[in-house]
């Protein structure tokens, strides 16, 4: 049977960080080549001239989640993957933006509070389902919007190799 376990796994150190710092974004449409062997992306690569765009948000105000889901009775399981970040101030050319993203089924590329990338959408993408745009209430509150992004994959997200980045945020050619 190929479904043998491989391995123990230990409690470990103390020493892992909630959150996520920062996301990558491109359409699914444009990924060209992509390779994973035992859980890392090696091999990334988008069509000419399309990129993975940089999304920055505040510390401790985004994340993502994967959540295994099986059917015992069909015999299956996959992951509902979820993206969630804020971005701030309401304005005109951010909308613009957004109005684009929603249209799109992508690709986000995670970087966690621990400094390792997660590919969430390799395969089937993610739509943004949810964008509140908000003015805030109080003085202190945020201006701005809420993306939620979610999608289905068959596996969980892959980490992607760091080395890969600078490449994936520059136009391809």
């Known amino acids: 049977m190929a479904c043998n376990l491989t391995q123990d796994i230990e409690l470990g150190c103390r020493d892992s960080k909630g959150g996520i710092k920062r996301v990558y974004i491109a359409q699914l449409e444009h990924k060209?080549?992509?390779?994973?062997?035992s859980g890392t992306v090696g091999t990334f690569t988008l069509t000419a001239g399309n990129q993975f765009w940089v999304y920055d948000?505040?510390?401790?105000t985004g994340n993502a989640v994967?959540?295994?889901?099986?059917s015992t009775e069909?015999?299956?399981f996959f992951?509902?993957?979820?993206v969630t970040f804020p971005i701030d101030k309401m304005q005109a050319s951010l909308r613009e933006e957004l109005s684009l993203l929603a249209q799109n089924?992508?690709?986000?590329i995670v970087l966690d509070r621990n400094g390792k990338y997660h590919?969430?959408?390799k395969d089937n993408g993610l739509d943004l389902n949810t964008l509140e745009a908000n003015t805030g209430t109080a003085m202190?509150?945020?201006?701005?919007?809420?993306?939620?992004?979610?999608g289905a994959e068959e596996d969980m997200a892959p980490e992607v190799d760091s080395s890969l980045i600078s490449t994936l945020t520059a136009p391809a050619s």
């Open 32 to 37: 060209n080549t992509l390779t994973v062997s």
């Open 79 to 82: 992951y509902e993957q979820t």
């Open 140 to 150: 202190g509150d945020r201006n701005g919007y809420t993306l939620t992004f979610n």
């Open 119 to 121: 590919l969430f959408g």
């Open 66 to 70: 994967e959540n295994g889901t099986g």
């Open 74 to 76: 069909n015999g299956t």
């Open 57 to 60: 948000f505040r510390k401790q």
């Open 105 to 108: 089924r992508v690709m986000v």
